[in-house]
């Protein structure tokens, strides 16, 4: 199984300051096509999981251009340019690209 | 709107079964691969089963295979988890999810509760 595995786990920041989340896969997550599939979710407290990203850096209609996803082969982050309050909860990365899918461990953004 | 309604969830005693239900509206549903996605309490997201749109590939983690069965009815937009021989650690919230991977909105239900203990 592919290990998908985001640090830090827990990301304390101040308000309007960046944040940076990083998501390792154990294996290349890219097609033959040369697409990866790289999906960044958010869960806010209480909340469904909302699909933030797809294919490594694509944003998914009505997320804030503050929201940003890069990387290609097994290294990816998710950057948000200045953090706001709603921008509070879990941040989970999740591959597609292989069988089983697999879901990181999950970081938390906090305001400090 | 797009709703997708999960239902089926209880308590269940260790071995025991349940079926759950993921009534899908607002979309075309017999387009979409579904998915169900589960979170234990405090814990975070495990993929559980996928089925492509025709129903005719279906995909689990080895955690659930053998023991849970995902399946769909295209005439009643309904996707289902039938779960058997259940354990102490099935115990999770069960998203019904289109989990889509590429281009187009991705929809997730609110969740049923499965708690397994005796």
Redesign the interface.
């Known amino acids: 199984d592919v290990v998908m595995t985001q640090s830090p786990l827990s990301l304390p920041v101040t308000l309007g300051q960046p944040a940076s989340i990083s998501c390792r896969s154990s294996q290349s997550l890219v097609h033959s096509d040369g697409n990866a599939d790289l999906n960044w979710f958010q869960q806010r407290p209480g909340q469904s999981p909302r699909r933030l990203i797809y294919e490594v850096s694509n944003r998914d209609s009505g997320v804030p251009d503050r929201f940003s996803g890069s990387g290609s082969g097994t290294d990816f982050t998710l950057k948000i340019t200045r953090v706001e309050a709603g921008d509070v909860g879990i941040y989970y990365c999740m591959q597609g690209s292989h069988w089983p899918r697999t879901f990181g461990q999950g970081t938390t953004v906090e305001i400090k | 709107e797009v709703q997708l309604l999960e239902s089926g969830g209880g308590l269940v005693q260790p071995g025991g079964s349940l079926r759950l239900s993921c009534a899908a509206s607002g979309i075309t549903f017999s387009t979409y691969d579904m998915?169900w996605?589960r979170q234990a309490p405090g814990k975070?997201?495990?993929?559980v089963s996928?089925i492509t749109s025709s129903g005719s590939n279906t995909?689990?983690?080895?955690s659930v295979k053998g023991r849970f069965t995902i399946s769909r009815d295209n005439s009643k937009n309904t996707v289902y988890l039938q779960m058997n021989g259940l354990r102490a650690e099935d115990t999770a919230l069960y998203?019904c999810?289109t989990?889509?991977?590429?281009?187009g909105?991705?929809y997730?239900?609110?969740?049923t509760l499965v708690t397994v203990s005796s």
């Open positions: 998915s996605v975070g997201l495990e993929w996928t995909y689990y983690p080895d998203y999810a989990l889509k991977l590429r281009m909105t991705d997730w239900g609110q969740g």
